[in-house]
C-alpha cells in the first residue's frame, strides 16, 4: 500500500508560501464537519509583509506594458484549465455542494481571467480622454493604476468571488492583498499556486487565509495600503472599516459581479498639460 | 531716470453691498437662527456687511428646499431646458464679470487682475461647458441614462470663492442634482451675488441654496440624513473627518483636498519661462492654492541660475492694493491664515533653512507677507512637508531624473506637479512616473472647465471638470458584465 501525500496549505506572501509567522493554524472542515486540513491563521504581521511585498511589487507590475499584462491573465487562465479537477474537488469537499455546480463555479472563474486579461490594453481608451482647453495646449487624462489595494474575498463563494476581486484590481497594474473566504480557504491556496507559476510577477498577488474580524481593520487602517475592496466584508462591519480607511482616505468599494468600473474604481486619473507651438 | 508705476485703482461704485445678509433658500433671502458675523476686507479690515451663521435647523430647512425642488421640479424637467437654465446663468455671469470681479477683490484681497481674468470668466465658462453636458449625459461613461444623487451638499473653500462655486454647481446642475451650499466663512459676498444670478435666471426655487456660516454650518451639512452626496473643497484634515462622518452612511462624497506640489526644473529647461512659471506657481494668488507649486525641485547644475534669476524676478513683485490694475500680489486672506503662514515660516527658520523675502513695502493695515523662499530645505523640514497655504517656496535640489521623481513623490498630498524641460519624452517619463492627478509641463496653474482637476493620495477623492468630473454627481448604470448576458 502508498500512504497519502497531503497537502499543506500555506499563506502566499512575496511570490513564497510561508506559514503564518505566528505559527497559528485553524482547522478546515466540510459543512457536515469532516477535517480537511489546516490553513495557515494570518497574523497582523503577515498582512504587513504583504503590504510590503505588493508595494515593491507595484513599480514594475504598473509599468509592465499593458500587452504584457494581459498576457499573462491570460496565462492564468490557461494554467487553471489545467488544474480543473483539483478546484473541482476542493470546492466540492469545502462547500459540499455536486460536481457540477462546483465546474460551473470554475468555469466561471476562468472565464473571468479571460475576460479582465482582454481588458488590459483597452481600459484606458475607453476610460481616458483627450481635452479640448481654451488655450495652446495639448491636454489629456488617462487612468492609472493606484498602488497597493487590499480586498476582502467574497464570503460566500471559494473561488469565483476571490478571482471577482483580484482581476480587476491587477488589470490595471494594482497590486493587491486578499484575504480569503475564512470557512473555505482551500481554494485560494491553489489558487496561489497557479498565480506563482504563470509569469506574474512575485508580490503582485498576496493571498492571506484566516480570520476576517481579526484582519480586516488591520488592512483598513494601514497607511500604505490605497484602496479597499469591501466586497466580502460583512455587512455590520462596514462602518468600522471605512472609518479606520479615512485615516489615510482609501478609496473604498462594494461591488457585485464584473464591470469595467471596477477596474476604473482603483485607479486614478492623472491630467497631463503639454504646450503646443513652435 | 526712475520709472515708477502710478496707482490704477478699479472702482468699487459698480458694486452694492448691503449692510447685511440673509441666506437663501428656496428661491427666498431668509434671516437665519444662528445670528451674524462681519465679513471684511482682508487688505482693510474694513467691515464689508453683516453674514448669517447658518444654523442647523437653518441648514435642515435648506435641505428640504432641495429635496423638494429635485422632486417636484428638477428632476421632471426635461434635459435640455435644465441646461437652458445653465447657459442663462453663464451669460449673466459674463455680463456681470466686473462686478463678481470686484466683489470677489474686495472680500478676498486677491489682485483684480486675478479676479478680472481668470477667477470670473473660468466661473462663468464652467457653467457654459457643463450647460452642454445636460443633455448629453448618456454619452458621460457611466451606462445608459445616469440617475443624479439628488439633493447635494457642496463646501467650499475662501481661496477662488465664485470659481470654487462654480466648479461645484455647474455639473451638480447640469447631471440633475439640486445643492445646497455653503461658502468659506471669510468670503461669502459672491456666493450671496449669486443666489441674485439664479433668481436673475428665473431658476426653479429650491434648485440652489446658499447658507453662510462657520465650520459649524459645514459639519450641519454633512450630518443632515437628507444629504445624499457630500461635494468638499479644503483642508486634508476636514477631508478626513467627513470621510468618517459619512463612513457609517449610504452619503458618497468627491474630496478636493490639500497638495504640496513638486515644480521640477530640469537643467535643459528654457530658464527664463522656468523662472517665470515658478513665480507662477507659488505667488499667483498669494500661493493661497492647493495645487501650487510650493516645493521647487531645481537640477544641481542650474541651482545658482535659477536661484539668481528668481530673486532679481521676486523684486519686482508688486505687492499691495488688490484693487490696483498693476498689484501682482494681494492680501492674506484672513488673519488666521497669516498666523499660519508665520508659524510655518518660523518653524523654517529653526529648523534651519535660509529665509529670503522680497524687499518690498507692506501696507499697515490688513494681512501681508511677503514674498519669500526658503533655500537649504531638506525633505524632513516642515516648511517641506506641509501646506503652507501663502506665497512661501521651499526650494531642494537634485541630482538625476530618478532622484527628483523620488522626491517629488515623497508625500502623502498627491494633487499637482510641474515639469520644465526643453526635451518632451523626458516630460513625458516625468509625468508618467509623478504620483499627482494634474501635470503641468512647461507651464503651472492653468485650469480649463474641460481638464479633469483632482488628486491622488490624501489629495482626495474623484475628479472635478471634464467628463471625469461628472461621475461624481451621476449613478452609474452599468450593469455587470454576466448581467448583460456577456458571458
Same mark, same amino acid.
Given at each position: 500500500?502508498?500512504?497519502?501525500?497531503?497537502?499543506?496549505?500555506?499563506?502566499f506572501?512575496?511570490?513564497?508560501?510561508?506559514?503564518?509567522?505566528?505559527?497559528?493554524?485553524?482547522?478546515?472542515?466540510?459543512?457536515?464537519?469532516v477535517?480537511?486540513?489546516?490553513?495557515?491563521?494570518?497574523?497582523?504581521?503577515?498582512?504587513?509583509?504583504?503590504?510590503?511585498?505588493a508595494?515593491s511589487a507595484?513599480?514594475?507590475?504598473?509599468?509592465?506594458?499593458?500587452?504584457n499584462?494581459g498576457? +499573462?491573465?491570460?496565462?492564468?487562465?490557461?494554467?487553471?484549465?489545467g488544474?480543473?479537477?483539483?478546484?473541482?474537488?476542493?470546492?466540492?469537499?469545502c462547500?459540499g455542494?455536486?460536481?457540477?455546480?462546483?465546474?460551473?463555479?470554475?468555469?466561471?472563474?476562468?472565464?473571468?481571467?479571460v475576460?479582465?486579461?482582454g481588458w488590459?490594453?483597452?481600459?484606458?481608451?475607453?476610460?481616458?480622454?483627450?481635452?479640448?482647453i481654451?488655450?495652446?495646449?495639448?491636454n489629456?487624462?488617462?487612468?492609472?493604476?493606484?498602488?497597493?489595494?487590499g480586498? +476582502?474575498?467574497?464570503?460566500?463563494?471559494?473561488?469565483?468571488?476571490?478571482?471577482?476581486?483580484?482581476?480587476?484590481?491587477?488589470?490595471?497594474?494594482?497590486?493587491?492583498?486578499?484575504?480569503?473566504?475564512?470557512?473555505s480557504?482551500?481554494?485560494?491556496?491553489?489558487?496561489?499556486?497557479?498565480?506563482?507559476?504563470?509569469?506574474l510577477?512575485?508580490g503582485v498577488?498576496n493571498i492571506?487565509?484566516?480570520?476576517?474580524a481579526?484582519?480586516?481593520?488591520?488592512?483598513?487602517?494601514?497607511?500604505?495600503?490605497?484602496?479597499?475592496?469591501?466586497?466580502?466584508?460583512p455587512?455590520?462591519?462596514?462602518?468600522?472599516?471605512?472609518?479606520?480607511?479615512a485615516?489615510?482616505?482609501?478609496?473604498c468599494?462594494?461591488?457585485t459581479?464584473?464591470?469595467?468600473?471596477? +477596474?476604473?474604481?482603483?485607479?486614478?486619473?492623472?491630467t497631463?498639460?503639454?504646450?503646443?507651438?513652435? | 531716470?526712475?520709472?515708477?508705476?502710478?496707482?490704477?485703482?478699479?472702482?468699487? /461704485?459698480v458694486?452694492?453691498?448691503?449692510?447685511?445678509?440673509?441666506?437663501f433658500?428656496?428661491?427666498?433671502?431668509?434671516?437665519?437662527?444662528?445670528?451674524?458675523f462681519?465679513?471684511?476686507?482682508?487688505a482693510?479690515?474694513?467691515?464689508?456687511?453683516?453674514?448669517?451663521?447658518?444654523?442647523?435647523?437653518?441648514? #435642515?430647512?435648506?435641505?428640504?428646499?432641495?429635496?423638494?425642488?429635485?422632486?417636484?421640479?428638477?428632476?421632471?424637467?426635461?434635459?435640455?431646458?435644465?441646461?437652458?437654465? @445653465? &447657459?442663462?446663468?453663464?451669460?449673466?455671469?459674463?455680463?456681470?464679470?466686473?462686478?463678481?470681479a470686484?466683489?470677489e477683490?474686495?472680500?478676498?484681497?486677491?489682485?483684480?487682475?486675478?479676479?478680472?481674468?481668470?477667477?470670473i470668466p473660468?466661473?462663468?465658462?464652467?457653467?457654459?461647458?457643463?450647460?452642454?453636458? =445636460?443633455?448629453?449625459?448618456?454619452?458621460?461613461?457611466?451606462?445608459?441614462?445616469p440617475k443624479p444623487?439628488?439633493?447635494?451638499?457642496?463646501?467650499i473653500?475662501w481661496? &477662488?470663492?465664485?470659481?470654487?462655486? =462654480?466648479?461645484?454647481?455647474a455639473?451638480? @446642475?447640469a447631471?440633475?442634482?439640486?445643492?445646497?451650499?455653503?461658502?468659506?466663512?471669510?468670503?461669502?459676498?459672491?456666493?450671496?451675488?449669486?443666489?441674485?444670478?439664479?433668481?436673475q435666471?428665473d431658476?426653479? !426655487?429650491?434648485?440652489?441654496?446658499?447658507?453662510?456660516? !462657520?465650520?459649524?454650518?459645514?459639519?450641519?451639512?454633512?450630518?443632515?440624513?437628507?444629504? !445624499?452626496?457630500?461635494?468638499?473643497?479644503? /483642508?486634508?484634515?476636514?477631508?478626513?473627518?467627513?470621510?468618517?462622518?459619512?463612513?457609517?452612511?449610504?452619503?458618497?462624497?468627491?474630496?478636493?483636498?490639500?497638495?504640496?506640489?513638486?515644480?521640477?526644473?530640469? !537643467?535643459?529647461?528654457?530658464? #527664463?519661462?522656468?523662472?517665470e512659471?515658478?513665480?507662477?506657481?507659488i505667488?499667483?494668488?498669494?500661493?493661497?492654492?492647493?495645487?501650487?507649486?510650493s516645493?521647487?525641485l531645481?537640477q544641481?547644475s542650474?541651482?545658482?541660475t535659477v536661484?539668481?534669476?528668481?530673486q532679481?524676478?521676486m =523684486?519686482?513683485?508688486r505687492?499691495? #492694493?488688490p484693487?490696483?490694475?498693476?498689484?501682482?500680489?494681494?492680501?492674506?486672506?484672513?488673519?488666521?491664515?497669516?498666523?499660519?503662514?508665520?508659524e @510655518?515660516?518660523s518653524?523654517?527658520?529653526?529648523?534651519?533653512?535660509?529665509?529670503w523675502? $522680497?524687499?518690498?513695502? @507692506?501696507?499697515?493695515?490688513?494681512?501681508?507677507?511677503?514674498p519669500?523662499?526658503?533655500?537649504?530645505?531638506t525633505? /524632513?523640514?516642515?516648511?517641506?512637508?506641509?501646506?503652507?497655504?501663502?506665497?512661501?517656496? $521651499?526650494?531642494l535640489?537634485?541630482?538625476?531624473?530618478?532622484?527628483?521623481?523620488?522626491? =517629488?513623490?515623497?508625500?502623502?498630498?498627491g494633487?499637482?506637479?510641474?515639469?520644465w524641460?526643453?526635451?518632451? /519624452?523626458?516630460?513625458?517619463?516625468?509625468a508618467?512616473?509623478?504620483?499627482?492627478?494634474v501635470?503641468?509641463?512647461?507651464?503651472?496653474n492653468?485650469? #480649463?472647465?474641460?481638464?479633469?482637476?483632482?488628486?491622488?493620495?490624501?489629495?482626495?477623492?474623484?475628479?472635478?471638470?471634464?467628463?471625469?468630473?461628472?461621475?461624481?454627481?451621476?449613478?452609474?448604470?452599468?450593469?455587470?458584465? $454576466?448581467?448583460?448576458?456577456?458571458?
Amino acid at each position: 500500500m502508498r500512504l497519502d501525500v497531503k497537502k499543506t496549505y500555506k499563506l502566499f506572501i512575496g511570490g513564497q508560501f510561508p506559514r503564518s509567522e505566528s505559527g497559528r493554524s485553524y482547522e478546515i472542515t466540510s459543512p457536515k464537519g469532516v477535517f480537511l486540513a489546516n490553513a495557515a491563521q494570518a497574523s497582523r504581521k503577515d498582512l504587513r509583509d504583504a503590504v510590503t511585498a505588493a508595494r515593491s511589487a507595484f513599480s514594475n507590475w504598473s509599468q509592465a506594458t499593458a500587452f504584457n499584462r494581459g498576457q +499573462i491573465l491570460y496565462r492564468i487562465a490557461e494554467i487553471m484549465e489545467g488544474r480543473r479537477d483539483q478546484f473541482i474537488a476542493e470546492i466540492v469537499a469545502c462547500e459540499g455542494v455536486n460536481t457540477k455546480k462546483a465546474s460551473e463555479q470554475v468555469d466561471a472563474a476562468i472565464d473571468l481571467w479571460v475576460w479582465y486579461a482582454g481588458w488590459c490594453d483597452k481600459y484606458i481608451s475607453v476610460a481616458g480622454s483627450q481635452n479640448p482647453i481654451a488655450g495652446p495646449f495639448y491636454n489629456f487624462t488617462t487612468p492609472e493604476a493606484l498602488g497597493v489595494i487590499g480586498a +476582502i474575498a467574497d464570503q460566500k463563494s471559494s473561488l469565483v468571488g476571490l478571482v471577482q476581486s483580484i482581476a480587476p484590481i491587477i488589470t490595471s497594474g494594482n497590486s493587491a492583498l486578499i484575504i480569503a473566504n475564512e470557512k473555505s480557504p482551500l481554494s485560494a491556496i491553489t489558487l496561489s499556486e497557479v498565480l506563482a507559476t504563470s509569469d506574474l510577477h512575485a508580490g503582485v498577488v498576496n493571498i492571506l487565509t484566516g480570520k476576517v474580524a481579526e484582519l480586516a481593520p488591520w488592512m483598513a487602517s494601514h497607511m500604505d495600503i490605497d484602496g479597499i475592496d469591501l466586497s466580502g466584508a460583512p455587512r455590520k462591519s462596514a462602518t468600522e472599516l471605512k472609518t479606520l480607511a479615512a485615516d489615510n482616505l482609501k478609496r473604498c468599494h462594494h461591488f457585485t459581479g464584473e464591470s469595467l468600473e471596477r +477596474i476604473l474604481a482603483f485607479t486614478e486619473s492623472k491630467t497631463v498639460w503639454h504646450p503646443i507651438g513652435v | 531716470m526712475e520709472f515708477t508705476y502710478a496707482a490704477a485703482p478699479e472702482s468699487r /461704485s459698480v458694486v452694492d453691498i448691503a449692510p447685511s445678509y440673509k441666506l437663501f433658500i428656496n428661491g427666498d433671502w431668509v434671516a437665519g437662527k444662528g445670528g451674524t458675523f462681519p465679513t471684511i476686507n482682508p487688505a482693510t479690515e474694513e467691515v464689508l456687511s453683516k453674514i448669517t451663521q447658518g444654523s442647523a435647523s437653518d441648514i #435642515d430647512r435648506a435641505v428640504k428646499a432641495a429635496r423638494n425642488a429635485y422632486t417636484k421640479i428638477w428632476s421632471k424637467l426635461p434635459a435640455k431646458e435644465r441646461g437652458k437654465y @445653465l &447657459f442663462r446663468i453663464a451669460r449673466i455671469l459674463q455680463e456681470r464679470a466686473r462686478e463678481f470681479a470686484v466683489l470677489e477683490t474686495l472680500n478676498n484681497g486677491k489682485p483684480i487682475r486675478e479676479s478680472r481674468d481668470v477667477d470670473i470668466p473660468l466661473a462663468a465658462a464652467h457653467f457654459f461647458y457643463h450647460a452642454g453636458w =445636460a443633455d448629453k449625459l448618456d454619452y458621460a461613461g457611466v451606462g445608459k441614462s445616469p440617475k443624479p444623487y439628488g439633493v447635494v451638499g457642496q463646501i467650499i473653500p475662501w481661496n &477662488f470663492p465664485l470659481l470654487m462655486l =462654480a466648479w461645484k454647481i455647474a455639473p451638480a @446642475l447640469a447631471t440633475g442634482n439640486t445643492v445646497v451650499l455653503k461658502p468659506a466663512e471669510t468670503t461669502p459676498l459672491t456666493a450671496l451675488l449669486f443666489a441674485e444670478v439664479c433668481q436673475q435666471a428665473d431658476l426653479p !426655487d429650491g434648485v440652489v441654496n446658499i447658507v453662510t456660516g !462657520d465650520g459649524r454650518t459645514g459639519a450641519a451639512l454633512v450630518n443632515h440624513p437628507g444629504i !445624499d452626496k457630500i461635494a468638499f473643497t479644503g /483642508s486634508t484634515e476636514v477631508g478626513k473627518i467627513i470621510a468618517r462622518a459619512i463612513a457609517g452612511t449610504e452619503k458618497k462624497a468627491t474630496l478636493e483636498l490639500g497638495g504640496k506640489a513638486a515644480n521640477i526644473i530640469y !537643467d535643459d529647461a528654457a530658464i #527664463d519661462q522656468a523662472v517665470e512659471g515658478i513665480i507662477n506657481g507659488i505667488f499667483f494668488n498669494q500661493g493661497h492654492v492647493c495645487c501650487a507649486g510650493s516645493r521647487l525641485l531645481v537640477q544641481e547644475s542650474v541651482y545658482g541660475t535659477v536661484l539668481d534669476k528668481l530673486q532679481e524676478r521676486m =523684486a519686482k513683485i508688486r505687492v499691495g #492694493d488688490p484693487m490696483d490694475k498693476n498689484t501682482d500680489l494681494g492680501a492674506i486672506n484672513s488673519a488666521a491664515q497669516l498666523a499660519k503662514i508665520k508659524e @510655518l515660516t518660523s518653524a523654517g527658520d529653526s529648523e534651519g533653512a535660509t529665509r529670503w523675502s $522680497s524687499p518690498c513695502e @507692506l501696507p499697515e493695515k490688513g494681512f501681508w507677507f511677503a514674498p519669500t523662499i526658503f533655500t537649504g530645505v531638506t525633505e /524632513s523640514h516642515r516648511i517641506a512637508r506641509e501646506e503652507i497655504f501663502g506665497p512661501v517656496l $521651499s526650494v531642494l535640489t537634485f541630482r538625476t531624473p530618478a532622484e527628483a521623481i523620488e522626491k =517629488a513623490n515623497a508625500t502623502p498630498y498627491g494633487l499637482s506637479a510641474g515639469i520644465w524641460s526643453e526635451k518632451s /519624452s523626458k516630460i513625458l517619463w516625468t509625468a508618467q512616473n509623478l504620483r499627482a492627478g494634474v501635470i503641468w509641463s512647461n507651464t503651472f496653474n492653468k485650469f #480649463d472647465p474641460a481638464s479633469p482637476f483632482g488628486g491622488y493620495k490624501e489629495s482626495g477623492w474623484g475628479r472635478e471638470g471634464g467628463r471625469h468630473g461628472l461621475h461624481g454627481y451621476l449613478l452609474t448604470t452599468q450593469k455587470s458584465h $454576466s448581467q448583460k448576458g456577456g458571458k
